[in-house]
């Protein structure tokens, strides 16, 4: 063959597995030389389990973590099914990266103001782990992460523990409703962000979670004076190549797999809304 | 470059030495239908019909292949690429058919990552194009300057007669297989072909401009009609030589099996629906919408050009002609009488 198959796997172990949440684990994956293969924040790789099948995942571990890929998966479907049945030494398939990833040279210098919904927060944690690598390169650093209930939030101990400790940092956390469990913030997350009425000036707002949320979150950050140029999200669609080809997140000119997953708001205006 | 003749006699010799050192695609009469398909004894080759009834494009987008098979056991994961290599010939494509590949090479050729299955498709298969004689009703290539007596990004030009078929090699690698063919063939160099020229249907189009109106039409009320008949059939993006997309799926059980690709089609539903259930292109409407602006707006964006050759067989396919030319028409793509 002339050229390398781009639809072609390698073979990844999974390394060890975290129960996050009743229905969302992490696993840790490493080829044999460590990472499979380099890659910025935002980015995501196919990973595979036949005879399932294949499915594209965003990398949620930083890429200044360098002895393995870090994916948390929701078991919504079949393949992300498969994966939460693996057992740790299990060799899987991978492939990628796939994707443009965040901007993170434009945000250099920038206050930044991460929103996270549920499994949304995966993609916005490779990010944040590169932010606080290069934490001179950045300006202070907001995360609001909201979930259903308690036992929904992903990442305890760092959204608890680690980043609250970070240099010039703030953790918001909020659950939906009230638990017996739960002292802290309850309400949605886009009120939440009226709430805390952060300001635009030199800020980016980067944001991730269900559709319902993002929707919200967009209004709120409008109202809040952000233009669409300082608020990014990332993309969630059916993809089964990852390289442009299949059709499947094809949005006007672009295909979210290889031109996305992350746009910022003037971008996505002007693409045809259909994600 | 080097001209060759052979009498239309002769021409079943010519396909049996074609086909010794690997597949040769042609076109066959199959019951009412002509098909693209290999050759072999018997085989009822129509090189007089004008369309196929589905694209040659499954030469280079197969509609199925297997490209990796796997082993697993004891927490193990084998994966092995599974390449062709023999050579291929594709044999009487016609001069829309072979723009299509030309709108298909952009995308998985130059497009980056390059997609490797088809170009080593691509690569090993020799195309010897075939230049219409007559148009047949439902053609109307000339719309998109297509010229159905040229071929370019063929490997060889055929021009066939009553009595005969004179074969123009425009590469080297045309060149090499006219030679390969040694004494079945007689020299061509004396033979003239005279130009033809061919009118395709005239269904009153007027495609200039069309993209660029279409820019910002993704929320025109016209969508909320120029969907309503259509059945989701699929067979418009099967026959069509210009759709491309596919689906990767794995066939096979816990310990061995492949994964293959196949043509998928945007007009099912299920195309675009998430693992959580959540569907982009819900219904009808916006399937419709994806096919057309895809050929109409969202191809052109990018390279230039409306993705459609005017071959027609999707106005001869489409159960209820909810096809290119009634869409163009809806939307707006439509000469006025002058009076």
Known sequence: ?275 | MLKKVITRDKLPALWAHLSEQGPLILPVQDGPVVLFKPWQEGTAVNLDAVNSAVSPKDIFLPREETFLHYRSGNQQLELKAVAEEEPVIAFGLHPCDLKAIEMLDRVFMEQDPPDALYRNRRERTTVVALACSEPDPFCFCNDFGIDPTAAPGADILGHLTDSSLLLEALTDKGKALLEQAGELLEDGSGEQVEKQEIKTADFGLKLEGLPADLKNRFDDPVWDEIYKSCLSCGVCTYVCPTCYCFDVEDFGHAAEGERFRCWDSCMYGHFTVMAGGHNPRPDRKERVRQRFMHKLQYYPEVYDEIACVGCGRCLRSCPVNLDIVQAIKALGGEKVEQR
């Open chain 1, 1 to 275: 063959m002339s050229s390398a198959n781009p639809l072609m796997p390698q073979t990844a172990t999974v390394l060890d597995i975290t129960v996050e949440t009743p229905d969302i684990k992490t696993l840790r994956v490493a080829g044999s030389e460590g990472l499979p293969f380099d890659f910025m924040p935002g980015q995501c790789a196919m990973l595979s389990v036949p005879p399932v099948g294949e499915a594209i995942f965003s990398i949620t571990s930083s890429p200044t973590c360098r002895d393995c890929l870090e994916f948390s998966i929701k078991d919504v479907g079949s393949v992300s099914g498969a994966l939460h049945a693996v057992s740790p030494g299990q060799q899987i398939g991978i492939r990628g990266p796939y994707g443009n990833g965040f901007p993170v040279d434009e945000m250099k210098g920038k206050d930044l103001l991460f929103i996270g919904g549920g499994i949304g927060l995966a993609p916005l944690r490779s990010l944040i782990g590169y932010c606080f690598a290069h934490r001179g390169d950045y300006g202070h650093i907001d995360i609001l992460y909201g979930a259903r209930s308690p036992a929904d939030l992903i990442r305890k101990s760092e959204i608890k523990e680690n980043w609250p400790e970070q240099p010039d940092t703030s953790v918001y956390l909020t659950v939906d409703a009230e638990f017996p469990d739960w002292s802290g913030h309850v309400g949605f997350v886009p009120s939440y962000v009226t709430e805390l009425a952060f300001t635009p000036e030199n800020r980016v707002a980067i944001t991730c979670g269900p559709p319902i949320m993002i929707k919200f979150v967009l209004q709120a950050l409008d109202k809040l004076n952000f233009a669409p140029e300082q608020v990014i999200t990332t993309l969630e669609m059916r993809m089964k190549c990852g390289v442009g080809k299949c059709g499947r997140c094809n949005l006007g000119p672009v295909y979210v797999c290889k031109d996305g997953p992350v746009f910022n708001l003037a971008q996505l205006n002007a693409l045809p809304a259909e994600y």
